[in-house]
């Protein structure tokens, strides 16, 4: 009778196996998501502190320290998401592609004190963070719980004030001009 059981006993435990790889799969895609917000968040932290450092205009000086802490709350509530999954997190920036030129195009423009094209660089950065976190809401969002989700919506909507923030300011100077 016992021998009956027994190969239904490994099909089941099988299946467990099957299981559990299986969830730290989807676990290492919902770090990994996760980290690329984290990762953008770093980004822009970085080219605002250089920024706020480079220039001597006090409305930017105040922008750039608010988008600042909103990267560093969008960080910290990342950071313990991916904590509590068990994961390692990033804590570098993005160091090649569009977005570390940008920052750089952005302290060139500071030097030269040339408002319209702080306010240009800035809104091309703000373009990638908005962008990154629009490719985790598309092409992450099934590994994310619906706490997860809430969060990320949460942090896309402030990500995009900030973006059109600067985007109209960048567009009354061109007025102005």
Known sequence: MHCRFIPILIHIKLIIIIIQKSNKMETKKTIDALNKLVEINNDRTE???????ETKDADLKKTFTRFITTSQKCKTELDNEVLMLGGKLTEGTKTTGKLFR????TKAALTNDDRHAILNSCEAGEDVAVSVYKDVLKNDLEYLTSKQKTIVDKQFAMIKADHDHV???RDMEKVSK
């Open 47 to 53: 080219g605002y502190t250089t920024a706020l450092k």
């Open 167 to 169: 985007k109209k300011m």
């Open 102 to 105: 940008l920052w750089m195009d």
